[in-house]
């Protein structure tokens, strides 16, 4: 089962949510900020067989103790119940694919439709006459994987097959994740400020990455000598835990402050409104450029996993340690 909230849920009610799908199914995951998944196979036996009467409880729920309507879709695999939850017109609704109808079903949806395709992928795929999920499920796999690289070209081609071995996992609401530094003494150099910005960008990407999450936001705080703080907030273009993407972001906050004199004694930076990687639809790219910085960020973590996390980073990063 796979639940949507209203886009403009708060937290506090989004939490709520979580609350009342724990009481069908011990196997929530949350998906930051306003969609879950349930597993629903254990919840049968004592709910009974009839997942669609089960789709409806929720929202009988979720309207009369929280009135809050969702759109719930249910269907053999995270794929196709996701792709069905987004079918739901709003305010809410359950739309039911059994096993024996997801190819049918599937078929006629616009391939923008398939959940966990993005616009540029979308994009690619007209570009060459694929419209229709239907039609991707004719391409072969090879043919997909050249029009959107290996991996996500691998996941366009199972997924419109109705091909999606992931398990529901359990998940509650994650909390937001921060890094910190604080200074030996006061620091009134922004060259060595920044060396220390791009260390905590550097750790916090790390840790987004090994806990399978991305941040929509990022907010810095400075710490100043006398007890005094400064805070800001931006939203990134797209949800991301990559280096660059929270790098350029990160030094537009600090450059927003526009420091002179400040005696700085600590930052900290953190990630907001986390949302699960697998929520991040992996977009092509025909920037060589960044496509080389990812796969070397990739290797980077698989050194950083075996050696330790300070064997290797930017060089900004390096001297400042040394």
Request: some cysteine; hydrophobic content about 45%; overall charge positive.
């Amino acid at each position: 089962m796979h639940v949507r909230c209203p886009a403009r849920v708060s937290e506090e009610v989004y939490r709520q949510v979580l609350e009342l799908l724990s009481d069908l199914s011990p196997v929530v995951q949350a998906l930051p900020p306003t969609t879950a998944l349930v597993e629903l196979k254990g919840a049968l036996r004592y709910h009974g067989p009839d997942t669609h009467r089960l789709g409806e409880i929720l929202r009988v729920r979720t309207l009369s103790r929280l009135g809050v309507d969702v759109r719930v879709g249910i269907g053999p695999s995270i794929t196709v119940a996701a792709t069905a939850s987004a079918q739901v017109a709003p305010p809410g609704g359950v739309l039911t694919v059994t096993p024996d109808r997801v190819t049918d079903w599937l078929a006629p949806l616009p391939v923008e439709a398939l959940h966990g395709i993005g616009p540029r992928q979308a994009a690619a795929l007209h570009d060459y006459g694929i419209h229709t999920v239907g039609l991707l499920a004719a391409v072969s796999p090879e043919t997909t994987q050249r029009l959107l690289g290996g991996k996500a070209g691998r996941l366009a081609a199972d997924r419109a097959r109705g091909l999606d071995p992931r398990p529901v996992v359990p998940r509650t609401l994650p909390a937001s994740a921060t890094v910190r530094l604080r200074f030996d003494r006061h620091v009134l150099d922004g060259a060595a400020v920044r060396a220390a910005l791009l260390d905590l960008v550097v750790k916090l990407a790390r840790l987004l990455r090994r806990r399978g999450q991305a941040p929509r936001a990022l907010s810095l705080t400075l710490q100043f000598a006398g007890g005094s703080s400064w805070e800001k907030t931006r939203r990134l273009p797209e949800a991301s835990a990559h280096d660059e993407d929270l790098r350029s972001m990160a030094y537009r906050l600090i450059d927003s402050a526009g420091l002179q004199r400040g005696r700085i004694t600590g930052l900290v930076l953190k990630g907001d409104d986390l949302v699960d990687a697998d929520q991040v639809a992996q977009q092509i790219s025909l920037d060589h450029t960044r496509e080389a910085r990812l796969v070397a960020e990739a290797a980077v973590d698989r050194v950083r996993d075996k050696y330790g996390q300070d064997v290797i980073g930017p060089a900004a990063v390096i001297r400042r340690a040394s």
